[in-house]
């Protein structure tokens, strides 16, 4: 059975860091291009990024480009999202999920995890 | 960016009543080299993840009902369900997965009378 399970989240000031992980068991992790999905309360998904399978290459949505790291470590089957430079638009649940090499819709999803950035 | 707009943005059915709801892109999304539309439908029931139910337009999803179907190519998408149960209950969305940045629609939420 397919697991993603989220950590890492919480509340923030603006401005600082947080860096949340997606643990990853029942596939071959390494097979599997991996992203970030976010969704503000009571709003709709917003794609942040996507690794590829072998780390060789990232994607960002433009508003996180720069703030923003995606990265992985195949052999603890873990993927990580480095949140710099945090703003109150961030705020959102962040979903980890799946993405098949040649097809780059989501089938696998974690259960999310809520980052809130607030004074 | 590639813009997604989905209509209606909420709609009420009785169960076992025929529901239609629409996804339209902004640019082409059937990829003249293999013929595929990269787009997708998601279902989200309250309070849980996503959960993808068709890829490419019109393939379901492994262990997805047979009532749910994808139709559509180029900029025009349907998601159809056959005959509404009340576990539908949900937002959907679509998803072009042709060009980054990925873009979702608004969603379309789905409630039973």
């Known amino acids: 059975e397919v697991q993603l399970v989220e950590s890492g989240g919480g509340l923030v000031q603006p401005g600082r860091s947080l860096k949340l992980s997606c643990a990853a068991s029942g596939f071959t992790f390494s097979d599997y291009n991996m992203a970030w999905v976010r969704q503000a309360p009571k709003k709709g998904l917003e794609w942040v990024a996507t690794?590829?399978?072998?780390?060789?290459?990232?994607y960002y949505r433009d508003s996180v480009k720069g703030r923003f790291t995606i990265s992985r470590d195949n052999a603890k089957s873990t993927l990580y999202l480095q949140m710099d430079s945090l703003r109150s638009e961030d705020t959102a649940t962040y979903y980890c999920a799946t993405q098949r090499v040649l097809q780059w819709c989501s089938d696998y999803w974690g259960q999310g995890v809520m980052v809130t950035v607030s004074s | 960016d590639i813009v997604m707009t989905q209509t209606p943005s909420s709609q009420a059915v009785s169960a076992g009543e025929k529901v239609t709801m629409s996804c339209k892109s902004s640019?082409?999304?059937?990829?003249?080299?293999?013929?595929?539309?990269?787009l997708a439908w998601y279902q989200q029931k309250p309070g849980q993840s996503p959960k993808l139910l068709i890829s490419?337009?019109?393939t379901r999803e492994s262990g997805v009902p047979d009532r749910f179907i994808g139709s559509g190519s180029g900029t025009d998408f349907t998601l159809t369900i056959s005959s509404v149960q009340a576990e539908d209950l949900a937002v959907y969305y679509c998803?072009?997965?042709?060009?980054?940045?990925?873009?979702f629609g608004s969603g379309t939420k789905l409630e039973i009378k």
């Open positions: 640019q082409s999304l059937l990829y003249s080299e293999n013929k595929k539309n990269y």
């Open positions: 690794i590829i399978y072998d780390g060789s290459r990232t």
């Open positions: 490419w337009a019109s």
């Open positions: 998803e072009q997965y042709y060009d980054t940045p990925l873009t």
